[in-house]
């Protein structure tokens, strides 16, 4: 499939590649299908978001592990089922970005998207009271 996008141009997408959010992202409801677009190389530093349903909708995300943000995370048997059931280990935590005009960069540690790299399928937890761990701040903030 091809998708033609503002910010990325003509995007060739292979739909066995397409990630499904079951219940869309809190506040693009309508958007449930995105593409994982990311730098050329072994390790992006960051990756991108891209929406299938809406074009000019796309968001900054970086593994929650570059920058040393570990999570002790609950999930409902709900949203286990909605993930298509992995182990916790099968599961890549993302966290989005944003850099508010004349703002340093910042990333989202409460709403992390949970992704099964596998069943392609995520949610994004929204407003989450978990325990953050930083391990490694120094050695992630000199690789960012």
Sequence with gaps: MQLVTPHFGTLEVDES??????????????CSRFKLLHEEGPEPKVMWLQSLDDVDLFFSVVEASRLGVNYNITLTDEEVALLGHPSAEELLLLLTLAKPQGRPLKA?????????????????????????????VAAAMKSA
């Excluded at 399928?121 to 989450?128: G, H, S, T």
């Design 108 to 136: 989202n540690t409460q709403s992390p998207i949970l992704l099964n790299p596998e069943a392609r399928l995520a949610i994004q937890k929204v407003a989450l009271r978990a325990e953050i761990v930083f391990t490694n």
């Design 17 to 30: 590649t397409i990630i499904t959010f079951p219940l869309g992202l809190p506040g693009f409801e309508h």
